[in-house]
């Protein structure tokens, strides 16, 4: 019902950025919070940054001043909502695979939240 597809992984120089995006594709209701995750060799999955519904926006303290999520107005519809994560002066240890994920969907037609999660775009920041 709902599809999560991440755009913008790749290799970067420590220091350097790159942008990723998430395409979430479905017919939406409202949701908790769109947000990014990762998870880097031989480590659980852990929270980056994360939007809510009204814009409030969270960071782990490892991204903070360095990261931002943002929602792109210009690219969403109805049916597609586009997210973003600017990531900047980027470290070797954000090594990681980077999972788009959607919080507590509520699809028309439907009553109950679920979570969703795209197939992860890989980010490898060499030193």
């Known amino acids: 019902q709902v599809q999560l597809v991440e755009f913008g992984g790749g290799l970067v120089q420590a220091g350097g950025s790159l942008r990723l995006s998430c395409a979430a594709s479905?017919?939406?209701?409202?949701?908790?919070?769109m947000g990014w995750y990762r998870q880097a060799p031989g480590k659980q999955r852990e929270l980056v940054a994360t939007?809510?519904?009204?814009?409030?926006?969270?960071?782990?303290?490892?991204v903070k001043g360095r990261f931002n999520i943002s929602r792109d107005s210009a690219k969403s519809t109805v049916y597609l909502q586009m997210y973003s994560l600017q990531m900047n002066s980027l470290k070797p240890e954000d090594t990681a695979v980077y999972y788009c994920n959607a919080g507590g969907v509520i699809v028309y037609g439907d009553s109950y939240r679920r979570d969703y999660w795209g197939q992860g775009t890989q980010v490898t920041v060499s030193s």
């Open positions: 479905g017919r939406i209701l409202s949701f908790n919070a």
């Open positions: 939007i809510t519904s009204g814009g409030t926006t969270n960071y782990a303290d490892s």
